[in-house]
């Protein structure tokens, strides 16, 4: 049970909780509580969240110059402690820590149209003020091209395959993955080809068109409290191309119920009242859902052992993964065929 209510402990095991830390960051610790990969720590200033960056100096950097930059423009963002040195990040034994208020409220359900369309909202609000914030941070580079990530995606896959192939024992996760990753093969060269070919390259070189990206738009980082809708957890911003979040957004949203067309039309609708979309952008948002992205995730996280999952986790992840690829197949006709006007 420990295993199951707790997966994220060994992560929570690298923090450093110590009183002399506490009295670094100038706040005294009442109590401490674990969720998911942070702390609660109830202070004598109310309750807040110990955050640990997960990273290097170079991008702990980033972030804070993203956080800085967007809190300026963008209202529905936690309040971050700054420290002396006018950094909301906390350098502390080759470590980096992060010290938010804590806003009381819960996450949002995508099953709930409303706060799914809702959270399509607050995404066109969050790219909109990243406009604004992108001058401070667009030095530091924009982020690797999709061109790049596919290919290097297909040239893993291969290799995987090749691997798999040569097991003299193959579990039932190998059995599936070699019965179904041909078919994937296809449909990422597919969106590579239709990618490259695309204004894609040209088009993200127009810094008009980036946006500081999220790129962890899960239901947990969409909190609903009584002030309103807040988006949390900045940690692997980027930037980029405004569809990337919102590809990001629309396959978190229906992937667990059918790939629902007209859920996705719906929050792309509220998400372009607010965050104006041009045909490229429908283009390419095409392109980011044909590439098979949960397929490639699972697979590469079970190879590459990125998951301390149990095989059995996988197995029943993967199975429902590939349980759903009809599903995206048809979304993806039927994103063709009622968009059409958006690809002559």
């Not at 990969?37 to 110990?50: A, D, R, S």
């Not at 080759?94 to 099953?111: A, C, K």
């Not at 030095?139 to 995987?160: F, N, P, Q, R, T």
């Not at 993200?204 to 068109?209: A, H, M, V, Y």
Request: charged residues 35%; neutral net charge.
């Amino acid at each position: 049970m420990t295993k199951l209510r707790y997966p994220e402990k060994k992560y929570l095991s690298k923090y450093d909780l110590s009183q002399e830390f506490f009295e670094n960051l100038n706040i005294k610790v009442l109590d401490v509580i674990p969720l998911r990969k942070v702390f609660i720590l109830k202070t004598e200033t109310g309750k807040k969240i110990l955050k640990r960056l997960d990273c290097d100096k170079e991008r702990a950097d980033f972030i804070n110059i993203c956080i800085k930059s967007l809190r300026d423009n963008f209202n529905y963002m936690v309040e971050f402690n700054t420290f002396e040195d006018d950094k909301v990040y906390k350098e502390w034994k080759n470590q980096y820590y992060i010290l938010m208020n804590l806003i009381p409220g819960r996450e949002v359900t995508f099953t709930n149209p409303v706060e799914f369309n809702l959270s399509g909202e607050l995404l066109g609000k969050y790219h909109k003020a990243s406009k604004e914030a992108l001058k401070s941070a667009i030095a530091l580079g924009i982020d690797e091209s999709m061109v790049k990530k596919y290919e290097k995606a297909i040239i893993d896959i291969k290799e995987i395959k090749r691997l798999v192939n040569s097991y003299r024992f193959k579990d039932e996760f190998d059995k599936m993955f070699l019965n179904s990753v041909d078919e994937h093969i296809i449909e990422m060269k597919k969106a590579l080809e239709l990618l490259s070919f695309s204004s894609y390259n040209s088009y993200r070189k127009d810094i008009n068109n980036c946006v500081i990206c999220h790129n962890d738009l899960a239901e947990h980082n969409f909190l609903i409290s009584n002030q309103g809708m807040y988006l949390l957890d900045f940690d692997y911003c980027s930037i980029d191309l405004k569809v990337i979040d919102l590809a990001d957004l629309i396959l978190k949203g229906i992937k667990n119920v059918a790939f629902n067309f007209e859920k996705a039309i719906d929050v792309i609708k509220s998400y372009n009242s607010i965050e104006p979309l041009n045909t490229e952008d429908f283009k390419l948002l095409y392109i980011l859902i044909l590439f098979p992205r949960d397929f490639y995730t699972i697979v590469s996280d079970y190879y590459h052992k990125n998951k301390e999952w149990d095989k059995e986790v996988f197995f029943n992840r993967f199975q429902n993964k590939l349980d759903n690829e009809e599903f995206r197949k048809e979304f993806l006709r039927n994103y063709k065929r009622e968009l059409k006007e958006k690809f002559y």
